[in-house]
């Protein structure tokens, strides 16, 4: 950005996260953003427009506190309501939750070097220093890394996972997040579940046990309600209300009327939940089986995307060439794993269609020959 003397300096420093493509115009499949290909729950849309109908609701502000919404969630996870809290999406969450647990001086955030990017950028935004920890060279998170950084650093302000990681689709044990959390008691591990419906791990259960553990969740992935934006963590009341410390310093009503209805909704339909992901974790194995006779190599995922690169084409020619036919999927133009694709998991029909077009695609793009030499 150019020097503008009217912008704060640390604005002008800023390197903001950028989104998939979110094309405004229809006629693409889109597989890079990770969205549900699915509708949410119809339950969903019938209590929005109940709420949206009912007298004065939308002239007057919403619940601050989203109280029935965090009961409704602490119900279904079998938890108190003092230990949820609720947000304008998961990242609003976890930019709350860096603001109230990682600023601690110059002590640095312990973060796999390959994961959500948005972890870097709301250091910057925070003044928190990052200490990138590498994953191992199948792109998975190394916990012995994690401990060795731990020791190196001395005083560290937190830990930060996402389970299953992403980009890779990585699902962690239990006992592997249970080890972060005895290595680092005096600090927060924040456990980013975005993607744990589609067969992960989730840590809930041991929240009662670690004060020290917030587990966040968002109603993006599994509930197909991205455009809603709803998020939720859940930690002891001690973390919660250092949440909610910061959220009314911020802004009193993140979540709108239609939010808070159509979340409360989806959490009411969940034999809607179960067929829905259901269905995401079978084409999640078909795609992946069509991708590897394809000679793609393919992350074990436990997410709802796939994480794959080809030994002998490079992987932003293919994104490119996927473009031109109308399909997105997302390239990260990042080290370590700028040959990968990360291809959202769709329909059988859209895995079906893109795998048809790949088909195509690599018998006429030319092998890389940088690839073919690594291969
Ligand atoms: N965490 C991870 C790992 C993600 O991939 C995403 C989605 N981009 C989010 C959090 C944020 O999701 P949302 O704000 O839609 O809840």
């Known amino acids: 950005m150019t020097h503008n003397t009217l912008i704060s300096p640390k604005v002008q420093e800023l390197q903001p996260y950028q989104p998939g493509e979110q094309p405004q115009s229809g006629g693409l499949l889109k597989l890079n953003t990770n969205e549900n290909p699915y509708p949410p729950s119809p339950r969903v849309i019938e209590r929005i427009c109940a709420e949206a109908a009912a007298d004065r609701s939308l002239a007057l502000y919403p619940d601050p506190e989203s109280e029935r919404l965090c009961e409704t969630i602490a119900a279904c996870h079998g938890l108190a309501r003092d230990q949820v809290f609720v947000g304008n999406g998961s990242d609003e969450i976890l930019a709350h939750a860096f603001c109230a647990f990682f600023q601690h001086g110059n002590a640095g955030l312990l973060i796999p070097d390959v994961t959500y990017n948005f972890y870097k950028v709301y250091c910057r935004l925070f003044g928190i220093r990052a200490e990138l920890v590498p994953v191992d060279a199948g792109l998975r998170i190394d916990l012995d890394a994690f401990a060795a950084a731990a020791r190196a650093c001395g005083d560290i302000a937190g830990v930060v996972v996402a389970n299953p990681n992403a980009p890779t689709g990585e699902g962690l044990p239990l006992a592997a997040v249970q080890r972060l959390l005895t290595m680092n008691p005096s600090r927060v591990v924040l456990v980013d579940e975005a993607y744990v419906d589609f067969g992960g791990q989730s840590a809930i259960g041991l929240v009662a046990q670690y004060p020290n553990l917030l587990v966040v969740q968002t109603l993006s992935k599994s509930r197909a309600l991205a455009g809603l934006r709803v998020g939720f963590a859940i930690g002891q009341p001690a973390l919660i209300e250092a949440l909610q410390r910061v959220k009314n310093s911020f802004n009193s009503y993140p979540l709108g009327r239609l939010a808070q209805a159509g979340a409360m909704a989806a959490f009411d339909d969940q034999p809607y939940f179960e067929q829905t992901r259901q269905a995401i974790m079978a084409t999640r ?23 794959a690169r080809h030994p002998r084409y490079d992987a932003q020619q293919l994104a490119a060439r996927l473009r031109e036919a109308n399909i997105l999927v997302r390239h990260f133009r990042q080290a370590r794993i700028e040959q990968f694709l990360r291809i959202t998991v769709g329909t059988d029909e859209q895995a079906g269609h893109l795998v048809q077009v790949l088909e195509q695609v690599l018998a006429n793009v030319p092998t890389d020959p940088r690839r073919t030499a690594e291969a």
């Open 285 to 307: 194995g078909w795609l992946s089986a069509k991708l590897i006779a394809l000679g793609f190599e393919v992350l074990p995922s436990q997410a709802n995307f796939v994480f």
